[in-house]
């Protein structure tokens, strides 16, 4: 049985390294595109409360979406491939982080940002020497769930024909074979571990000064 | 040219309201209503009230951070509405009750915040910090590299006093800045405060609701009440000659002991009158009258010299005066008393 994991393994090596590497980078063109559509919404919607509303109730709902039914959506709006998978994962990134940014910035302490206008400093300034850092930590928990979150759902995307780890799945499935299932989805698993565990430590060094 | 300049400097008061109001979005009742008063160079005032009295929108309307809705405020002779925001507020230092420090900035770099934003020299600003972190109390090489959450309320609150001094502000705007502290605590940095003034001749708006500290700190003092001043004179002033009800019904809740606690040998000194010899025992003009009566009960002197700031003798405090003194302040509280 082993065996078997390890001939399949062996003999489609260069498929296996290119899947992950596929999956690697639809997880993080997702994450990064979530973050660059994500943050600004979060920063608008906290600077603007006539926007706050409408934007949160909006992703909440998109928030609600299953990732397989949004993927099969797309199929007859934006056809198959990679740049619908990616355009279907970033969409399904910008809730957690939009919501946490949101949540970021509503927990600083209101005397820190006053302060700092009163001692003349710009919005901008404030905005970029105060605010994020100390939105950062939930900033940083929203990237975390993100990137969990895309890591499963990318593994989808192969139905739509973008590759990835979920091809191994599928094939798995198709020819009932457990040992190439069991591949793909140990990889994918493996894979979850490491960014949750990587991020977190990151999340941890960034509060050092607590 | 610069002589002139400095003249002109000393002659403007720092600060001046002229028919000042805020009325806040969907309020019936104005919260600050026609205020007008100025403040000199050097000046320590307090603005004492009670909780919505309007002290700290009339406080924030100095810097801005609220609108006036009428009149004008003028900051060294210039009305504030014509100055660049920005660069008004780096010369107005602010010192909240939460404090607002930058929680992931270390103490060194909280308070070498605007300096370094008014591009001082790096050695200029390391200079400036431990000065300043010597100057309220805290040891640099301690505290220079901590960050704000590891610090005490107190420290918390010496540092924002430091942060709020880096670049020699002109004015200081304190909203109670020691609300939140423990007794003790608010009494040492009262004391170092005070010292801090006397020595940079800093101007302050000290807003508390403590009739204590205000009278304690101020110079002067203006009571506020439903968002207009009740009256704004020196502590003596307003304990003897109360403006109207609001106040005297104020301050006839301080009994005789504690109004001792809050003025000073200076307030109550006569004229010299004579010689001063070697023999004779000084006094402070700065010391309080509870301290006064102390030393005249320890040394049996007959009167003290009172001394200013460099020593010079400025007038004397005879016992018989000072008995009298307290006599006429029993009977004042009394008559007051019955007239209520
Ligand atoms: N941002 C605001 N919006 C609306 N009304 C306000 C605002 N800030 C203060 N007020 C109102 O203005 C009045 C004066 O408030 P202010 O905060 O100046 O009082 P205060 O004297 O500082 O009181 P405290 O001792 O409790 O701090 C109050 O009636 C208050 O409700
Ligand atoms: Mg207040």
Not at chain 1, 121 to 144: C, H, S
Not at chain 1, 176 to 196: C, E, H, K, N, Y
Not at chain 2, 225 to 245: C, H, K, R, S, V
């Amino acid at each position: 049985m082993r065996a078997d994991i390890a001939e399949y393994f062996l003999e489609n090596q260069d498929r296996y390294f290119e899947a992950i590497l596929t999956h690697l980078k639809i997880t993080g063109i997702a994450v990064v595109l979530g973050l660059l559509v994500g943050i600004p919404l979060a920063v608008l919607s906290v600077k603007k409360e006539k926007l706050s509303q409408p934007l949160l109730h909006t992703f909440s709902l998109l928030k609600m979406v299953p990732a397989l039914a949004a993927l099969m959506l797309a199929i007859p709006l934006i056809g198959t491939g990679l740049l619908p998978a990616v355009i279907v994962l970033t969409l399904l990134t910008v809730p957690v982080i939009l919501i946490n940014t949101c949540l970021g910035f509503q927990e600083i302490d209101s005397a820190i940002v006053e302060s700092a206008h009163a001692m003349g400093f710009g919005k901008a300034y404030v905005l970029f020497k105060i605010e994020f850092p100390l939105a950062l930590p939930l900033i940083l928990t929203g990237l975390r769930t993100a990137t969990v979150e895309v890591i499963a759902g990318a593994t989808l995307a192969a139905y739509i024909g973008s590759g990835g780890l979920g091809l191994f799945i599928m094939t798995g499935i198709g020819l009932l074979r457990w040992d190439i299932l069991l591949l793909g989805g140990g990889t994918v698993a493996a894979l979850s571990i490491i960014a949750d565990a990587a991020l977190a430590l990151v999340s941890r060094r960034a509060v050092q000064y607590r | 040219m610069t002589m002139d300049l400095n003249q002109k400097k000393n002659d403007v008061p720092v600060l001046k309201f002229q028919r000042v109001a805020k009325r806040f979005p969907n309020a019936q009742i104005n919260a600050v209503n026609d205020v007008s008063f100025s403040v000199n160079r050097g000046d320590f005032i307090t603005i004492l009230g009670r909780s919505g009295s309007g002290k700290t929108t009339l406080l924030k309307m100095v810097n801005r951070i609220h609108e006036m809705t009428a009149g004008d405020i003028f900051f060294e002779g210039e009305n504030i509405k014509n100055l660049n925001l920005q660069d008004y507020r780096r010369r107005v230092g602010y010192v909240i009750q939460q404090i607002g420090l930058f929680p992931h900035m270390t103490v060194a770099e909280n308070i070498a915040t605007v300096p370094s934003v008014l591009k001082w020299e790096k050695t200029r600003i390391d200079t400036r910090v431990d000065v300043l972190l010597t100057l309220v109390g805290l040891d640099p090489a301690e505290y220079r590299n901590r960050y704000p959450g590891k610090l005490s309320g107190g420290q918390q609150q010496r540092v924002g006093l430091a942060r709020a001094m880096a670049a020699e502000p002109d004015l200081m705007l304190m909203d109670e800045p020691f609300g939140a502290l423990d007794a003790i605590t608010r009494q040492t940095l009262q004391d170092e405060l005070v010292k801090i003034q006397q020595k940079l001749n800093t101007t302050i708006l000290f807003v508390t609701h403590d009739i204590q500290e205000a009278f304690k700190l101020g110079d002067r003092v203006i009571i506020m009440d439903e968002g207009e001043i009740q009256q704004y004179a020196t502590p003596i002033n307003i304990l003897f000659e109360p403006a109207n009800d609001f106040v005297s019904q104020l301050v006839s809740a301080e009994d005789a002991v504690q109004k001792l606690k809050v003025l000073r040998a200076g307030a109550i000194a006569s004229d010299l009158g004579f010689q001063t010899k070697s023999g004779d025992l000084r006094i402070d003009k700065d010391v309080y009258l509870d301290k006064v009566l102390a030393r005249f009960f320890e040394t049996r002197a007959e009167y003290f010299v009172v001394t200013g700031k460099d020593g010079q003798p400025i007038g004397q405090i005879s016992w018989e005066q000072f008995k009298n003194f307290a006599q006429f302040r029993k009977d004042g509280v009394d008559s007051k008393k019955e007239a209520v």
